[in-house]
């Protein structure tokens, strides 16, 4: 197994917080832990100085304390969730799904979040809320609670074609909706379908 990038890369330091767990041929598999759950990066070397990493991370929030690697040249794309990361310089960088972006890892170390309330927002821009949300709503072209409930109604949608285990009320309070029908009501209005009826299509694909 060629560990060039591997090794540099720990040379550089992931961090106290990623273990290695699994390593067969040239497959290395890395566990992030952090209060709130944990992450998963498996990575493959493709050729010479090539990798290809894909990460699983199911958590609130966690601490990145990776320490750059020079050499390193990264080409990241957001397949499904959302994610915000701050670094140590207290700049943000965003990504949802069909997001590209490309990024040397400089300055990767910092605090990675999944969502926040507008108060959170206000406090952090130091913007008062109505502000805020006119000026959300001039760069995304939508209100941030239509935003918000857009995002939620096609996580759910993956979840119901990736996971059919999962009944609908079990997807509802996964998105923080405590009331079926209400969650069903919202599905429809952003899909045009019922949950049921669109998980039925699904199927018949």
Do not use: W
Not at 21 to 28: S, Y
Not at 40 to 53: A, K, P, Q, S
Not at 65 to 87: F, P, S
């Amino acid at each position: 197994m060629s560990r060039d990038i591997f090794d540099t890369l720990d040379k550089a330091g992931f961090g106290s917080n990623v273990h290695e767990i699994a390593a067969e041929g040239e497959c290395r598999v890395l566990r992030l832990d952090g209060e709130s759950g944990e992450g998963f990066m498996t990575m493959y070397r493709v050729f010479d100085g090539i990798y290809l990493m894909y990460n699983d991370f199911h958590m609130k929030h966690c601490v990145s304390e990776y320490q750059k690697a020079d050499t390193v040249l990264c080409i990241d794309y957001c397949r499904e969730g959302r994610i915000e990361h701050e670094n140590a310089l207290g700049e943000r960088y965003y990504m949802e799904a069909g997001d590209l972006r490309i990024d040397k890892r400089v300055h990767h170390a910092g605090r990675v979040e999944q969502t926040f309330t507008v108060e959170e927002l206000s406090e952090i821009s130091g913007m008062p809320p109505a502000s805020l949300r006119k000026l959300f709503k001039a760069v995304y072209g939508t209100p941030v609670y239509q935003y918000i409930k857009s995002y939620k109604m096609k996580a759910a949608a993956e979840m119901l074609i990736s996971d059919r285990r999962m009944n609908i009320a079990d997807i509802a309070q996964r998105l923080g909706y405590d009331n079926a029908s209400k969650f069903s009501a919202a599905f429809r209005d952003v899909m045009g379908v019922t949950p049921q009826n669109y998980r039925n299509r699904q199927e018949e694909q």
